[in-house]
């Protein structure tokens, strides 16, 4: 504990230095690697938890640019925007390596009305079928209010509709996910629990949450390269591109988009050791 | 038929001379006069539904003025913002014309989470109980999209749920209103009515609408007395009157926020010819 840091959604809260070191582990530092890190950090005073989050950045590149790509995730995950689609995608292929089948964009006609589905979900093995909605949003701090679960659960209702007719009533089972990069507020959570919908976010439910689903399958988005510009990036997304495992097989797009010689071979670098295997 | 004219949707469509007096028709003009005044302004050759409303405006204060206040209704309405809460008032005094006991921001617990409901109504001696739920808008042209009426419906269920334990199952039949003071998407209207919720908006039904039912109950909100500036309007609002009919006892108000003498001798002639009376 310390002195009061500021966070992004304005409230203020003693410096943990603990806290600190704890998200370092579990980006992957060893311990005496997240303390020394963490006590590095502590030493500068710092005001805001974004200067807390850059000033543990840089010292974590000092000591290891694969660390510091984790301990980064979040901010890679926000820089998928500014348009919600690279989210889904990306969200799409860690449900995928979360043994479902996946597909973003298809359009189910419901009881009522037709509905924009993000991702379908199927789990054959399991008999399991679901749709899934996902809310970006790339503003620090913003919450998913109660307002979210309750339309997706009609919407998930409409749709069931459709699934029993092409099913038959009873023969699957349905999920419906309400996935974020940000966080859901406590009535939020309240209703998704009690309707039985799954809600999956950044730090939600705390085992399953995105960050560990990252952390358990190493499914790393382009937008954690710390070699790329914020510009490539974009130029990147723009083509579809949003896993870095998607760019092994197409690095030549990276000297389309202008990415020098040395650069393209520290990115090879980078998927070898941090987007197949952790 | 005639020119074309930008509506504040950004849409073009022909300058139709018919509907225009029509609508001065709806506001209580003569078809003589309607026609008068319709022709006047389409001499004019408009540019924008803005401006012809203006131009209709001025040329039924020639005829009537209680003529221009009733065609200036829905503009009334907008005034009424910009916070949410004076439409909420006002839209249950509508519901109390139309035979309900409706009260404003009740909190009622739910099956799942706590809702903050905008309007409570009942109609004791038809075993009805329901919720209504107001979007305001000012902004002439947006449009209450499929989401509303989707999340409303979960909150209307979590609702009813409580509602069953109180009265009973089967006891009461439950209304859901969604009422806003503009339009509904065409999939806002489809899942509303395959929901069974009563959607309520400035023309929608079109028998039902708040425009007609003002027209029925003769209800003119505050903010369209002509007499008063925007700023005195605005002063009313804050105060907590929004019908023009709660003025008749708050006279002393209008002196407070420096309503001149000769302006509210105007006023009170206004709401003995408009507001009790049709």
């Known amino acids: 504990m310390g002195h009061l840091i500021q ?46 989050h850059k000033a543990t950045l840089h010292a974590s590149i000092r000591h290891d640019r694969k660390l510091a790509i984790r301990y980064n995730l979040k901010q890679a995950l926000m820089d998928l925007g500014p348009s919600g689609y690279p989210f889904e995608k990306y969200m799409a292929a860690l449900m995928r390596a979360s043994g479902y089948k996946a597909s973003n964009n298809q359009i189910i ?40 679960p309750l339309y997706f659960d009609s ?67 382009v937008t954690a390269l710390s070699s790329l510009t914020f510009r490539q990036k974009r130029q990147l997304l723009d083509r579809g591109i949003v896993m870095c495992t998607e760019l092994s097989n197409h690095i030549d797009f990276l000297r389309d988009i202008g990415v020098g010689r040395a650069t393209v071979m520290k990115i090879q670098e980078d998927i070898g050791s941090l987007c197949r295997h952790r």
């Open 155 to 221: 919407r998930f209702r409409d749709v069931i509709h459709t699934f029993d007719k092409q099913f038959g009533v009873g023969k699957r089972t349905y999920e419906g996910w309400l996935i974020t990069n940000t966080k859901f507020t406590g009535d939020a959570i309240a209703y998704g629990k009690c309707a039985g919908l799954h809600l999956l976010g950044w730090t939600f439910p705390t085992e399953n949450s995105i960050a560990r689903l990252i952390e358990r399958h190493g499914l790393i988005p």
């Open 7 to 52: 966070k992004s959604t304005g409230e203020a809260e003693p410096f943990n230095i603990g806290k600190l070191a704890m998200s370092l582990e579990r980006a992957g530092a060893a311990p005496d690697i997240a303390w020394k890190i963490a006590e590095s950090v502590a030493r500068e005073k710092m005001m805001t938890s974004k200067d807390i």
């Open 109 to 148: 006609d419901g009881k009522c009305v037709r509905h924009e589905i993000d991702i379908y979900l199927e789990k054959p093995e399991e008999n399991i079928v679901g749709i899934a909605e996902c809310k970006f949003r790339n503003q620090p701090g913003s919450k998913i209010d109660v307002k979210v």
